[in-house]
């Protein structure tokens, strides 16, 4: 299984930004897909997951109201269109998704359910 995000790099406060991720692997179902991200000096942290068929969706208190997470289930894609940053967005943000059935997605904001992360990319807001 390979996790391909893109979309990070700099923006400025108040602005958007979309990341996208795209999920491969051969045989392979993609069951829910998240977004965690981690700030440095702290620990990895929850931001958004949509379950498989992208009829449930889950957001961190802090991406309420300014994040929406998107998937295409035909590409096996993630995405999170985030509006109005703020400094306190600036953080590496990875994707994440479940290859295994039957886990419940009301655990989606624990990372230790995702069996797959993407490398990363690096969202840095500027005030």
């Known amino acids: 299984v390979q996790l391909q995000a893109s979309g990070g790099g700099l923006v400025q406060a108040g602005g958007s930004q979309r990341l996208s991720c795209e999920a491969s692997g051969r045989g392979v179902t993609f069951y829910t897909m998240g977004w965690f991200r981690q700030a440095p000096g702290k620990e990895r942290e929850f931001v958004a997951a949509?379950?498989?068929?992208?009829?449930?969706?889950d957001y961190a208190d802090s991406a309420k109201g300014r994040f929406a997470i998107s998937r295409d289930i035909i590409m096996n894609t993630v995405h999170l269109q985030m509006s109005n940053l703020k400094p306190e967005d600036t953080a590496v943000y990875y994707c994440?998704?479940?290859?295994?059935?039957?886990?419940?997605?009301?655990?989606?904001?624990?990372?230790?359910?995702?069996?797959?992360w993407g490398q990363g990319t690096q969202v840095t807001v500027s005030s």
């Open positions: 949509i379950s498989w068929g992208g009829s449930r969706t």
């Open positions: 994440a998704v479940q290859t295994t059935y039957g886990l419940d997605f009301n655990r989606a904001e624990d990372p230790t359910v995702f069996d797959n």
